[in-house]
């Protein structure tokens, strides 16, 4: 059972549309990251979100974290060929002493489509 | 300003060999964190090293083993490979305190046991 689920797996869109992707547990996080990887290449960081609620922005980018800190999105504004990727969220749980444990979803790869 | 730098980038082992990966953190990072990436799948947590010893560990077997040096870069070793090791090994550092917020991960090794 994976610790977070991430949806859809895969996302195939045309340039111009928007999109959502999931992340869910049930499970409490204390901190939760979105990365976007590219094809030989490690995760780059986009944003930590550490607040119940809390929304950030990154240009078209658009990350919430659920009030309950079990739950994410990342919402993406007239997406572009750029936008290309393997989007990963990770959460570090709350307790224990897990500095940096990160918990990864499998991941949703998005081609965005000229 | 350098980021995490992994080496060999690639990697062609025999069943039941022994493998040696290196990792280099970003300047100012004092934690490394090993992860194992499976084709199409989040990366998952291996162990981490912070003051030259091993904190965390994730689920993985004894075969699987690591180092950590005064300069704060990392080794991760694993023996008697299996076919199931083929996979891309992720090198991610930070600084302790604030491992939770994010990683800085390298390009990775690929490795491909036959």
């Known amino acids: 059972t994976q610790l977070l689920e991430q949806s859809p797996q895969f996302l195939s869109i045309q340039e111009g549309e928007n999109l959502t992707v999931y992340c869910n547990s049930s499970?409490?996080?204390?901190?939760l990251q979105w990365y976007r990887q590219e094809p030989g290449e490690g995760p780059v960081l986009l944003v930590t979100?550490?607040?119940?609620?809390e929304v950030k922005k990154l240009k078209r980018l658009t990350f919430q974290f659920g009030d309950a800190r079990k739950d994410s999105s990342l919402h993406i504004t007239a997406a572009q060929p750029g936008d290309t990727g393997l989007y990963l969220c990770?959460?570090?749980?709350?307790?224990?002493?897990?500095?940096?444990?990160?918990?990864f979803g499998q991941g949703t790869i998005l081609t965005v489509h000229p | 300003d350098a980021g995490v730098t992994q080496s060999p980038t690639h990697l062609i082992k025999t069943r039941g060999q022994q493998v040696t990966l290196r990792c280099s953190p970003k300047?100012?990072?004092?934690?490394v964190s090993w992860y194992q990436q499976a084709l199409g799948q989040g990366p998952q947590f291996i162990f981490q090293?912070?003051?030259?010893?091993?904190?965390q560990r994730g689920n993985f077997p004894d075969r699987f083993s690591g180092h950590q040096f005064p300069n704060y870069s990392s080794e991760l070793n694993v023996n008697a490979l299996l076919l199931g090791d083929s996979a891309l090994y992720l090198c991610?550092?930070?600084?302790?305190?604030?491992?939770?917020?994010?990683?800085?991960f390298g390009s990775g090794t690929r490795l491909t046991v036959v």
């Open positions: 991610a550092s930070s600084i302790r305190d604030t491992s939770n917020y994010g990683y800085t």
């Open positions: 499970s409490v996080f204390s901190s």
């Open positions: 979100v550490v607040t119940g609620g």
């Open positions: 990770a959460g570090a749980l709350v307790g224990g002493t897990s500095y940096g444990k990160l918990t």
């Open positions: 300047s100012g990072h004092d934690t």
């Open positions: 090293y912070y003051e030259e010893e091993e904190r």
